[in-house]
């Protein structure tokens, strides 16, 4: 509608000039009625053509900017995605190189292997790594990582293995406190700590004090660590304490494991 409007008052103001023209007024009091009368067409023609312009101008130059947008939208995905991949790649290279240099500390043999699932169950504490018996692996055999003792393999299929961790309440390792040498056996807990069995009252054990594995369980190398004390209880009666461990492996973040292939000889977890 704006539109026919708009080519209705360019048609009357056409004819009026062309009567004016013919008629050819020289009056000047004619020529002001004239103006008097056209002017206000003029103006409206003149905005309108003015209006319709600046849309189509303004129309054609958002496509333009959302196009631009959108391809910007797309190198900004891309960028993000290569950041994302980038970052990745560096922590992975931060973690295999904690775990090449841990692994320069070992005097045993050592497999390298990445974490492909875990156990969804809340009352088994099991990760499957992605080695098994065409690499080597056996049953018994431990499991470490640059922060300590992860776990043990209980289950070994041709190309992957199912690992037993150490907050398990089936698994068992010999432990000593590393500043006074007292000895005991670190068992796992469902609260994802672990407990210091079998510590006599007369040993000294105080609240960050650092465990380590002894060695005489024939399964773990010694020295390794295993966890800090984070509580310690002294009862009136009875000949042991009570003593809570922190592991010192976060195993919600495991990601890479090394397995110890060779040990005086191979236990499962929990057996004496």
Same mark, same amino acid.
């Given at each position: 509608?704006?539109?026919?409007?708009?080519?209705?008052?360019?048609?009357?103001?056409?004819?009026?000039?062309?009567?004016?023209?013919?008629?050819?007024?020289?009056?000047?009091?004619?020529? =002001?009625?004239?103006?008097?009368?056209?002017?206000?067409?003029?103006?409206?023609?003149? !905005?309108?053509? !003015?209006?319709?312009?600046?849309?189509?101008?303004?129309?054609?130059?958002? +496509?333009?900017?959302?196009?631009?947008?959108?391809?910007?939208?797309?190198?900004? =995905?891309?960028?993000?995605?290569?950041?994302?991949? @980038?970052?990745?790649?560096?922590?992975?290279?931060? !973690?295999?190189?904690?775990?090449?240099?841990?692994?320069?500390?070992?005097?045993?043999?050592?497999? *390298?292997?990445?974490?492909?699932?875990?156990?969804?169950?809340?009352?088994?504490?099991?990760?499957?790594?992605?080695?098994?018996?065409?690499?080597?692996?056996?049953?018994?055999?431990?499991?470490?990582?640059?922060?300590?003792?992860?776990?043990? /393999?209980?289950?070994?299929?041709?190309?992957?293995?199912?690992?037993?961790?150490?907050?398990?309440?089936?698994?068992?390792?010999?432990?000593?406190?590393? =500043?006074? =040498?007292?000895?005991?056996?670190?068992?796992?807990?469902?609260?994802?700590? @672990?407990?210091?069995?079998?510590?006599?009252?007369?040993?000294?054990?105080?609240?960050?004090?650092?465990?380590?594995?002894?060695?005489?369980?024939?399964?773990?190398?010694?020295?390794?660590?295993?966890? *800090?004390?984070?509580? +310690?209880?002294? !009862?009136?009666?009875?000949?042991?304490?009570? +003593?809570?461990?922190?592991? @010192? /492996?976060?195993?919600?973040?495991?990601?890479?494991?090394?397995? /110890?292939?060779?040990?005086?000889?191979?236990?499962?977890?929990?057996?004496?």
């Amino acid at each position: 509608m704006m539109v026919v409007g708009m080519f209705v008052l360019i048609a009357v103001n056409t004819i009026v000039l062309s009567v004016n023209k013919k008629n050819n007024y020289t009056s000047s009091d004619s020529g =002001r009625v004239v103006i008097y009368f056209i002017a206000p067409f003029q103006e409206v023609v003149n !905005r309108s053509i !003015r209006f319709v312009r600046g849309i189509w101008t303004h129309y054609f130059f958002l +496509v333009s900017v959302a196009k631009e947008n959108d391809n910007l939208k797309q190198v900004l =995905r891309n960028a993000v995605g290569k950041n994302n991949i @980038c970052n990745e790649i560096e922590l992975s290279n931060l !973690r295999l190189r904690a775990l090449l240099n841990f692994q320069k500390t070992m005097t045993s043999p050592v497999l *390298s292997a990445e974490v492909i699932g875990k156990d969804p169950s809340p009352w088994f504490k099991t990760i499957i790594i992605d080695k098994g018996k065409a690499d080597g692996i056996k049953k018994g055999l431990p499991v470490v990582v640059p922060e300590g003792i992860a776990g043990q /393999v209980t289950d070994v299929s041709y190309h992957f293995s199912k690992v037993l961790l150490i907050i398990d309440q089936n698994n068992a390792v010999d432990a000593l406190v590393q =500043r006074t =040498r007292a000895r005991g056996i670190i068992t796992g807990e469902s609260s994802g700590r @672990c407990t210091f069995k079998y510590v006599l009252r007369k040993h000294d054990i105080k609240v960050g004090d650092t465990l380590i594995s002894s060695g005489l369980d024939g399964v773990f190398p010694k020295g390794i660590r295993v966890g *800090s004390v984070s509580e +310690v209880v002294r !009862r009136n009666s009875g000949i042991f304490q009570d +003593v809570t461990v922190i592991p @010192c /492996v976060d195993f919600e973040k495991l990601e890479e494991v090394l397995v /110890v292939l060779n040990t005086p000889k191979h236990k499962l977890a929990g057996e004496r």
